[in-house]
């Protein structure tokens, strides 16, 4: 059934409490209409209401969180789009350290392999861990008894139960409605594995992570591609969750490279072996990388910079708060080795010819920004230099302001060095 916000209106009590977190029931129906809230959101939906719209109205993947219920953990899914320049990517992938049940509960931190461990000791390994550890975990196995015992253990904790299989599925997805943790469900294909999410739904396991195995790069890819697009595109139910992949391999450049490619390709967590910073380095850029809003430029703040050493007699330039253009000044003017003032005015993240036709940037904008930031007080002199791509400025600030002697610098920040040696002494 196709639903609208104002078909939702009016199962909804039309009191606008906000209990919902929303300022008036219309606008918590537009939500639950555009799938962003599920409309069991509303506390005080009527048991008609819930039994007509909660499935049809649920988010097309859902929202699993690992932890403790109500406190810090990992919250993973309720993504919308296929491609991040739609919209965005929200949920940035969790990394998991993959431990050997062989090494002493010193050296495991946030997460155990229990495979190898019997079920008493296994119960033991994982309650010392949990007591130490201030990161949701993974319990990893394949044993039933094995698993039961270590969930049993820490149920409190809600880790994600790592994974149910053809061979396990029923006893796994018993372990995770006895102890309310979510569970990671794998098959080797995706018709399978549809089996498996019906079947463990069916058993009443509501929180599920689609497992893939990223070693088998090119398949997975196509897999967890597939998968995404069934959720979001066809509504498909059984793949209405998030996805997680194991990279783990021994090569650290080769675990690097995968996991780097599977923070675009989906993953929710991406397991791995190392923990060492060099290999997570490149990991968390792509994280940084991928899951910011393509549409919004990235900024810095806009304020007064101090490059080096700087006094009274420090030059003061100018530009914008897009973030390549004033790196690219602040790395060019360190090239120079003359300290520098850089007043960085507030364009919305425009660089300055984006800003100039975007009419972000005037004469007028230079000027307040230089007062705000109170840059008269940093210099006892009065020259400013602005970027040679708006030398009409110079007139007008000189004539609206008491910065008097407007330099026009170079159109390229490559050029700051050349221009500082030359023209300021």
């Known amino acids: 059934m196709a639903l609208t916000a104002m078909g939702i209106y009016k199962s909804l009590p039309k009191t606008n409490c906000k209990d919902c977190g929303f300022p008036t029931c219309m606008a918590f129906a537009m939500q639950v209409a555009a799938k962003q809230k599920a409309l069991t959101d509303c506390p005080h939906l009527s048991e008609e209401a819930k039994e007509e719209f909660s499935e049809a109205s649920a988010p097309p ?25 739609e919209e965005k ?10 431990i050997a049940a062989s090494l002493s509960d010193e050296e495991a931190m946030a997460a155990v392999e229990i495979e190898g461990l019997a079920a008493d000791a296994a119960a033991a390994r994982v ?35 790592y994974k149910a299989t053809e061979q396990n599925a029923d006893a796994f997805a018993k372990i995770a409605v006895d102890n309310k943790c979510p569970l990671a469900v794998g098959a080797e294909t995706l018709d399978k594995l549809a089996d498996l999410t019906k079947a463990a739904k069916d058993a009443g396991v509501e929180d599920m992570i689609l497992a893939f195995d990223g070693r088998k790069t090119v398949q997975t890819i196509r897999d967890i591609t597939r998968a995404r697009r069934a959720a979001l595109k066809k509504g ?159 007139a007008e600030i000189e004539d609206t302001s008491e910065w008097k002697e407007v330099l026009i610098g170079p159109e390229n920040a490559t050029g700051i060095p050349a221009f500082l040696a030359k023209n300021w002494k």
């Open 61 to 85: 993947m859902k929202l699993v969180h690992i932890g403790p219920e109500g406190e810090a953990g990992v919250d993973l899914g309720q993504e919308t789009v296929m491609f991040r320049h």
């Open 236 to 394: 498909f139910r059984p793949f209405g969750f998030p996805a997680m992949v194991d990279v783990s391999v021994d090569d650290a450049t080769k675990e690097t490279m995968l996991a780097s490619t599977f923070v675009a390709k989906y993953a929710g967590i991406i397991i791995i072996n190392s923990l060492d910073g060099a290999e997570l380095l490149p990991v968390m850029t792509s994280i940084q990388n991928i899951y910011t809003d393509p549409q919004v430029p990235n900024t810095v703040e806009a304020k007064l910079y101090e490059v080096g050493n700087v006094n009274e007699n420090s030059p003061v330039l100018f530009t914008t708060n897009f973030s390549l253009t004033y790196f690219c000044v602040e790395g060019e003017v360190e090239r120079s080795k003359v300290p520098c003032y850089i007043c960085v005015a507030d364009t919305e993240g425009l660089g300055i010819l984006n800003a100039y036709a975007g009419d972000k940037l005037s004469a007028e904008t230079v000027v307040k920004a230089l007062a705000e930031q109170k840059v008269a007080e940093k210099v006892k002199h009065r020259k400013l230099i602005i970027p040679g791509l708006i030398p009409s400025f110079r």
């Open 89 to 98: 990517f929200y949920k940035p992938p969790a990394l998991a350290g993959k």
């Open 127 to 161: 309650k010392a861990l949990a007591g130490k550890s201030r990161v949701p975990f993974v319990i990893m196995g394949e044993d039933p008894a094995v698993m039961a015992a270590a969930v049993g253990a820490v149920a409190d904790k809600r880790p994600l139960i």
